[in-house]
């Protein structure tokens, strides 16, 4: 029970850490509309983020691994503790940016350090639902940071949010220090050793899976509180319910994604969760100003993309059991990768072509996703078919 309290606390972090880097699509068109800038130049600080997040995760935690668990947590809180707070108290959007870089770094640190103790300190047998509960706080911050952070945003500013965030985290590290205990580091695993696994061909298209389906969801995501206020026309009372329900439906998604992968298999559930995923960006274009219509797209979009979340980490991790870890690791800096880009061309696409056509060029990512999901079962295919010849 005690230590199932103490990887409770590790969700509320991972908590913080989500709602730091996804509120900004909650809060786009007012960051913007604060600095002076246009919503696809703000749209940017999604982009650093995520690069800086994906690149300096696994070269910080590879040179840390040797460090004590509990130490590396507390240091790694308090670069992200400090950066929020350079957020409420800089001005200007160049020091913004600089924010969110130092907060990206401190936020994958405190992510897979949170992760891997979760795993140490729960009792044997239930360290994946250890693991999953620490998980379970960064999806929660989809169902309830955002919509909360921009009802703050809305009451006491943007900045606001970033000061909580601050607060919060320094009572979770006032905890962590109290009630985590001291753990050795683990055995360092060369970035050379973690790279070569892209030499296998089934693993670079897997991971091109999770880059144009997350990059394509991205690219409509990042831009979905102007897109709800100037192209659906949504009341700005209506915002925030909005994005509660489009959590809601994420969290629902992500389970019935698991359950289906286990009773239907990893290709039928990709493919179909994908598919709905183009079906209903492409439909939240044709949704008008209907307020029914709008949130019923938008629980369609949110269930069909984020079933394919878990379904994508256990493909990953079937096929190359023996560096599971590894895999992972190289998923979540993809993932990173995949938001960074699709934040940039989404930018891109706002100043250069509409607001509204976001949609579409989301909905044809996810679609080169599908595409590589049966390049994918092709490539399992042949080589069932090589090792039974053998």
Known sequence: ?????????????????????????GILDRIAETLGTSVAAAGQLITVFSLAYAVGTPILMALTAKMD?????????????????LTFILPGFGLF??????????????IVTALSIAA???PQGKQASSIATV????????????PLGRMVASAFGWKAVFLAIAILGIIAMLVIA?????????????????????????????????FFWLGGYSLAYTYISPFLLEVTHLNESLISAALLVFGIASLIGSKVGGYSADKRGIIFTLVSGMILHVISLIL?????????????VLILWSFAAWSSGPTQQFNLVSLVPESSGVMLSLNQSTMQLSMAVGAAVGGLIVNRISLASITWFGAFGVLIAILATFVLSSLASRRSAVQAAD
């Open 1 to 25: 029970m005690q230590s199932t309290w103490k990887v409770y606390v590790l969700a509320l972090i991972s908590f913080l850490v989500g709602t730091s880097e996804y509120i900004i699509s």
């Open 69 to 85: 668990r509990r130490k590396l947590l507390l240091y790694s809180l308090g670069l992200f503790i400090a950066a929020n707070l």
């Open 97 to 110: 940016i600089a924010a969110r870089i130092i907060m990206a770094l401190g936020a994958g640190m405190v």
């Open 120 to 122: 140490k300190i729960a």
């Open 135 to 146: 998980t379970m706080g960064f999806t929660a911050s989809l169902i309830i940071g955002v």
């Open 178 to 210: 109290a009630v985590i205990p001291r753990m050795q580091g683990d055995k360092p695993v060369p970035l050379v050793k973690q790279l070569a696994l892209l030499k296998k061909p089934q693993v670079l298209v897997a991971l091109g899976i999770t």
């Open 284 to 296: 939240l274009s044709f949704a008008g100003q209907s307020v029914i219509a709008i949130f019923a």
